[in-house]
């Protein structure tokens, strides 16, 4: 199973990126995509949710309306367009696929309902 993350990089605050994980050796539609990150010296949050079906998505509260996650099932990718953003966005961004076939809920925003992820890709948003 492979989780590859891009699209990180340095952004003047108030910029906007787009992140991609591209998935393979697993069956990406029938499972919940997340991204997390984790900053310097801190502990690894949530940051966005969606369901396999794309009918749910769940949002932490300090990126709530700046950041929408999406996906393509048939490209096997899922996204992270990130907007407004503000230099305590700096951190490593990781995507994770879900453990449970079908899972939604809120239940997502827990990294313990993740069985793979991603190498982590840095964004950098400078002040």
């Known amino acids: 199973v492979q989780l590859q993350a891009s699209g990180g990089g340095l952004v003047q605050a108030g910029g906007s990126l787009r992140l991609s994980c591209a998935t393979s050796?697993?069956?990406?539609?029938?499972?919940?995509m997340g991204w997390f990150r984790q900053a310097p010296g801190k502990e690894r949050e949530f940051v966005a949710a969606i369901t396999w079906s794309s009918s749910g998505t769940y949002y932490a509260d300090s990126v709530k309306g700046r950041f929408t996650i999406s996906r393509d099932n048939a490209k096997n990718t899922v996204y992270l367009q990130m907007n407004s953003l503000k230099p305590d966005d700096t951190a490593v961004y990781y995507c994770?696929?879900?453990?449970?076939?079908?899972?939604?809920?809120?239940?997502?925003?827990?990294?313990?309902?993740?069985?793979?992820w991603g190498q982590g890709t840095q964004v950098t948003v400078s002040s």
């Open positions: 050796g697993r069956t990406f539609s029938s499972y919940a």
């Open positions: 994770a696929a879900g453990g449970r076939l079908w899972a939604s809920g809120s239940i997502l925003m827990n990294s313990y309902e993740y069985d793979d």
